[in-house]
């Protein structure tokens, strides 16, 4: 009987320490969504930086040296008289400001949020007051120095007070990226779209409509209901169209659309009722600014289910055309909401109104720039983009 050979053992191979290669990490231990970083805070308080200077320095011409001996303002004596009006619109308008300066950052102490607010607030009001020194029909003032700097810390501690419940910011940062496009895209995108909403506070000015002024003839005439009609509905299909280019999926389209009109609406109307002045609400949304909107809407209903490259274009084309229709009426262009439609003291409106129609009258063309530049983001055009509902 043979000896039986026994099989021969084959040892297991060893086990070799996973290789730390950049894909492995990117795949074995993806960042937490939790802890992305966002730069909305940073481009609103920029955009809204540029708004200041501009509200702040209006008409930006016919500058001039201070009378020789004329103190600098922060040592010069207060004003004589003052309006509580004048001092809450300083403060109102560094709020949102200081908010965006303090939301920089997510693991930023309570009390650096607020420092920085404040700081920063304040070294850009400094900065207003004492370029309006060379604006002969500008007051520079330390009382609206104080309500500036005022203003930003409160928006410091709002950003402070959000910040202060994890669970709060971790589902409105988890809610922003399942709606919109993430990364610089979507955080450009919707910091334009803030400056927007924040124009609409002005209810002199109609919803979807950059100019307004019951006074001239040329709104009474046929010539002028379409060119205002025309306006409104360019505004509308390019407003609209932007929004439905932020949103990632198709079946939160009309959602996002219908709150953001919601929202203007809410605010134009608050902002007409505090404001206007009772016998101007009957004239205040003229018949083409309705029938704009109308048609606009019917057009957007369709244009919406186009294709993102086919959007994108006519979305640019609709923001461009609404600057078109002023410009066949000069007086359009320049027209603005009349002071004598507000029930206030006059104070600061004067300045409000200008940058709002400043606003207005820029943002077309800023949202175009913005637009063009998304179209040249590497596969804007094509269905794989890394959404789950392709739109």
């Known amino acids: 009987m043979r000896d039986r050979i026994p099989a021969r053992r084959v040892p297991p191979a060893p086990v070799h320490p996973a290789v730390h290669s950049p894909v492995h990490s990117a795949v074995q231990s993806p960042v937490h969504p939790s802890v992305q970083s966002t730069k909305l805070p940073k481009y609103f ?6 708004m200041i200077a501009y509200a702040s320095l209006q008409p930006l011409s016919s500058w001039l040296l201070p009378i020789a001996g004329t103190p600098f303002f922060l040592f010069a004596p207060w004003p004589p008289r003052y309006t509580r009006f ?14 965006a300066v303090a939301m920089v950052g997510a693991r930023t102490p309570a009390h650096i949020r607020i420092a920085r607010g404040a700081a920063v607030g304040a070294l850009l009001a400094l900065c207003m007051e004492s370029a309006q020194m060379f604006v002969p029909t500008r007051d520079a003032s330390a009382i609206d120095l104080i309500a500036n700097t005022v203003g930003a810390a409160l928006g ?3 950003a402070t007070a959000f910040c202060a419940v994890p669970s709060l910011r971790k589902k409105t ?9 993430e990364g610089r895209r979507g955080d450009l995108g919707l910091a334009l779209l803030s400056i927007w909403m924040l124009a609409q506070v002005n209810p002199g000015i109609p919803l979807f409509a950059a100019t307004f002024d019951p006074s001239l003839e040329l709104t009474s005439d046929v010539a002028g209901t379409i060119l205002q009609a025309a306006q409104s509905a360019f505004n509308v299909i390019g407003v609209g169209l932007f929004l439905a280019l932020l949103v990632r999926q198709r079946r939160y389209l009309w959602s996002a659309v219908l709150l953001l009109i919601g929202v203007a609406l ?3 109307g608050f902002a007409a009722t505090l404001l206007l002045r009772h016998a101007m609400m009957e004239t205040w949304l003229k018949p ?8 606009g809407a019917i057009v957007l209903l369709v244009a919406i289910r186009f294709h ?9 084309i609709a923001l461009l055309s609404s600057l078109i229709a002023p410009l066949l009426a000069p007086d359009m262009w320049q027209a603005r909401a009349p002071i004598a439609l507000f029930d206030w003291p006059y104070g600061q409106l004067q300045n409000f109104n200008g940058l709002t129609h400043a606003v207005l009258v820029l943002w077309p063309v800023l ?12 596969g804007w055009g094509h269905t794989a983009m890394g959404d789950d509902a392709r739109v």
């Not at 308080?45 to 540029?50: E, G, K, P, Q, R």
């Open 45 to 50: 308080a920029v955009l809204y930086a540029a």
């Open 86 to 99: 004048d001092i809450a619109i300083n403060v109102l308008a560094y709020v949102p400001f200081g908010l």
């Open 156 to 158: 410091g501690g709002l």
């Open 173 to 181: 940062g988890a809610w922003r990226r399942r709606i919109f496009l």
């Open 266 to 268: 809410m605010l134009k």
């Open 288 to 295: 083409g600014v309705l029938a704009g909107i109308v048609a």
């Open 308 to 316: 993102r490259p086919a959007r994108t274009s006519m979305c640019a």
């Open 367 to 378: 949202a175009s720039s913005y637009l063009l530049w998304l179209a040249g983001q590497p």
